[in-house]
């Protein structure tokens, strides 16, 4: 999975409870994103990074916030989690212009969310 | 708004066959098109890029082609095998800020 690591890999949360899931890449590349997917609905972009502390929303932002403290960690925080944020979540890096560049996006194994 | 179709959400096949996925695409001008290969419980993975200029693009047993006027792309895979099944993705790129992945064809490749 180039480099790229999730964590958890599985959470089972309560309604209201706040969660983060942590995104951690070695390759270096600038661009990060998280991806929801969903039977029927394919892959989602959540938010995406394109710096260090540089972040822009996606097609399904609302209630989730990113944080980029550093170029490895891309960190997706859902505050108060709801039965609809049920979800596998995946982060994915790549390394050119953003996500409407050419180059290839590497993903990670993907975290397992389960909101009761 | 932009939308992606991908062909019938499985596709069977015996093996040693050609597969033909199909990809269309509406409200779009991609200036290239990307094929992602997605197995059970991970992530996709990367296959093939084809730019707009590009009729078509090969790599090993793939191929693919990019048809602007129709708004379509054709993903074959030839000689198939039971280690291709898997649910391949399409994504038009280039003309928005995000990318949007189609929901994905299931293909099965029978022994």
């Known amino acids: 999975d180039a480099g790229i690591t999730q964590s958890p890999r599985h959470k089972v949360t309560e309604t209201g409870t706040p969660v983060t899931l942590r995104c951690h890449q070695t390759e270096n590349h600038r661009y990060m994103y998280w991806y929801r997917q969903d039977p029927g609905h394919g892959l989602r972009l959540i938010h995406y990074s394109y710096g260090v502390k540089d972040t822009d929303k996606g097609e399904v932002s609302d209630g989730y916030s990113v944080s980029r403290s550093k170029t490895e960690d891309f960190l997706l925080t859902l505050e108060s989690a709801t039965s609809s944020q049920t979800s596998v979540y995946f982060c994915?890096?790549?390394?050119?212009?953003?996500?409407?560049?050419?180059?290839?996006?590497?993903f990670g194994p993907g975290t397992r969310l389960t909101v009761l | 708004s932009q939308k992606i179709e991908q062909n019938s959400e499985a596709l069977n096949i015996q093996e040693g066959k050609t597969a033909t996925l199909t990809c269309n695409y509406t409200n779009y001008s991609p200036a290239y098109l990307q094929w992602y290969r997605q197995d059970p419980g991970r992530g996709p993975v990367f296959l093939l890029l084809?730019?707009?200029?590009?009729k078509e693009k090969r790599k090993e047993r793939l191929k693919v082609t990019f048809d602007t006027t129709l708004k379509q792309s054709l993903f074959h895979i030839t000689a198939s095998q039971p280690a291709d099944s898997a649910t391949y993705l399409c994504v038009p790129t280039g003309s928005a800020r995000q990318l949007t992945f189609g929901s994905g064809t299931q293909l099965t490749v029978l022994p």
């Open positions: 994915a890096i790549s390394d050119q212009a953003g996500p409407t560049s050419t180059d290839t996006q590497y």
């Open positions: 084809i730019r707009e200029n590009e």
